[in-house]
């Protein structure tokens, strides 16, 4: 069989970097590269990823919210793009909570002729590999081994060379945003509103670091602008609106640490190193998302009442799991971190630093 490979992640940018080791695994054996096809949301990240030649857009209408219409021209522009792509094997990467067999569907239609896939149903003539979540892997392990073990099962592997980890390329030099000094990055915003840290907690840990003397940088896109200005006050310094994906990985690349949740950019500074104080929300489970294998100090009530819920707004009064999180109490995270002694309680929830 000759032609191109597709790996598909049809998610946010968080989900498509976490991808990242499973994309290369594909390159390996793709002198060209490999094509992504994810959404519009994830695309900025699958054109940071090494091993991505191409990345096809398209906005799908199970994964995203809210949804776009399910017309023949919608899905015919998602089926010639991938026949123009020369595509004749596709990897189907999926959370727990998906399917393969929609995209697998359109896939065949398209013509490609070998699918791989994890699927709990019954996958028919849509896959020709398929994986069983539970039987042939354990669901509660890493979203980017999830992954691998995806790519795996077509027949792709990581080179020996190739360490597993997260990364980006073309990350720029930042200087001219954010000076020359060490300074520590607070990320407040979240796409998932019951993933946030309230504001002012944010604001007082800015005071708490700035008063001891370490310089604060605070990022967010454009629409939060007046969250980042709140949380920088006047003497960190605000960067709201001010980065594209590309752009922030330049600025955490030069963090000592970052402050935030379990949102892209958390999982842009595990592509680059950057240890992370994760103020993790459990209505998704810290084992699948907290960041990947990069020193992680893990904040929030894990056994909160929304424990798995998958919610994107807060099913509980106050949000309790991240709201008791004190300032004081993230400082003190900080300072583990930027001394190398993260606890092991973080070390037992992410199980991958």
């Known amino acids: 069989m000759s032609g191109r490979t597709l790996v598909a992640r049809l998610d946010s940018v968080g989900d498509v ?68 792509a020369g595509i004749t094997e596709a990897v189907i990467l999926t959370s727990f909570h998906q399917s393969p067999l929609p995209l697998a569907m359109l896939l065949r ?3 490609v002729q070998r699918i791989t896939g994890a699927s709990v149903d019954y996958a028919g003539s849509l896959l020709d590999v398929r994986l069983k979540p539970g039987e042939d ?73 700035i008063g001891a003397g370490y310089r604060v940088v605070v990022t967010g896109g ?27 990985a330049g600025v955490l690349a030069g963090a000592g640490a970052v402050v935030v949740g379990n949102t892209g950019p958390a999982h842009l ?34 056994n909160a009442p929304c424990k798995l819920t998958r919610a994107r707004d807060c099913p509980v009064a106050g949000h309790p799991c991240l709201a008791n999180v004190s300032p004081e109490d993230a400082f003190a995270a900080l300072m583990r971190l930027l001394a190398g002694v993260p606890s092991l309680a973080s070390r037992r929830e992410t199980r991958n630093a």
């Open 17 to 84: 970097l976490l991808a990242g080791p499973a994309v290369r695994a594909v390159a390996a054996s793709q002198p060209a590269g490999v094509v992504m096809v994810c959404g519009p949301q994830g695309a900025a990240g699958a054109r940071l990823l090494p091993g991505v030649s191409d990345v096809l857009v398209w906005d799908c209408p199970w994964i995203t919210a809210p949804a776009p219409e399910v017309t023949h021209e919608h899905l015919n522009v998602l089926q010639e793009a991938v026949t123009a």
């Open 137 to 209: 892997f354990p669901e509660d392990q890493p979203e980017a081994e999830r992954a691998l073990r995806i790519a795996a099962a077509a027949g792709h592997h990581l080179p020996d060379d190739d360490d597993g980890r997260l990364h980006v390329r073309d990350v720029p030099d930042v200087t001219h945003l954010v000076g020359e000094q060490p300074y520590i990055v607070l990320h407040p915003g979240a796409a998932v509103p019951a993933r946030t840290w309230p504001p002012l907690h944010h604001a007082a840990l800015a005071e708490l670091l």
């Open 269 to 302: 500074a595990a592509a680059v190193g950057t240890p992370v104080v994760s103020l993790f929300s459990p209505v998704v489970p810290a084992i699948r998302w907290a960041p990947y294998r990069v020193p992680v100090e893990l904040l929030g009530e894990q």
């Open 109 to 111: 239609l398209a013509g």
């Open 222 to 248: 454009n629409s939060e602008r007046e969250l980042t200005a709140t949380v920088a006050g006047p003497d960190g310094i605000d960067l709201g609106g001010q980065t594209d994906l590309q752009t922030m």
